[in-house]
């Protein structure tokens, strides 16, 4: 079964993926394979360059060929991306101060990232 998820409310990041996701993706234990991830608001800090969380998730993502996405708008308030509030949706906002392989984008990135490896289900969180 192949799985995405989205972090979209408070604490996200920092409870369930830090906690829980994470630590059963790297001990092979998770039951699902995941496919992507996408963050919304203020899960995206932890992806910022530096921090403990994003450095193992990025590690995991490139091992393991997990999407990790950030939505684009909440980067351009965070000072995350490179871009302005025009070019969110249309795949222009560049990521910057996150950890490898992050990219920025929109529902339409997401699903084009998503369409060669489509998962069976998408969990929010």
């Given at each position: 079964?192949?799985?995405?998820?989205?972090?979209?409310?408070?604490?996200?990041?920092?409870?369930?993926l830090?906690?829980?996701?994470?630590?059963?993706?790297?001990?092979?234990?998770?039951?699902?394979?995941?496919?992507?991830?996408?963050?919304?608001?203020?899960?995206?800090?932890?992806?910022?360059?530096g921090?403990?969380?994003?450095?193992?998730?990025?590690?995991?993502?490139?091992?393991?060929g997990?999407?990790?996405?950030?939505?684009?708008?909440?980067a351009?308030?965070?000072?995350?991306?490179?871009?302005?509030?025009?070019?969110?949706?249309?795949?222009?906002?560049?990521?910057?101060?996150?950890?490898?392989?992050?990219?920025?984008?929109?529902?339409?990135?997401?699903?084009?990232?998503?369409?060669?490896?489509?998962?069976?289900?998408?969990?929010?969180?």
């Open positions: 079964m192949k799985v995405a998820y989205v972090f979209a409310t408070n604490m996200a990041s920092t409870f369930k830090a906690t829980m996701i994470l630590p059963q993706l790297e001990d092979g234990e998770h039951g699902a394979q995941v496919v992507g991830m996408m963050f919304f608001d203020d899960n995206l800090f932890c992806l910022r360059q921090d403990p969380v994003g450095e193992r998730l990025a590690r995991l993502a490139k091992e393991q997990i999407l990790l996405m950030v939505c684009d708008q909440c351009v308030r965070r000072n995350l991306a490179e871009g302005n509030f025009e070019q969110c949706g249309k795949g222009q906002v560049k990521a910057k101060g996150l950890v490898e392989g992050v990219v920025a984008g929109c529902f339409p990135q997401l699903y084009a990232a998503l369409a060669g490896n489509p998962p069976d289900y998408v969990i929010t969180l």
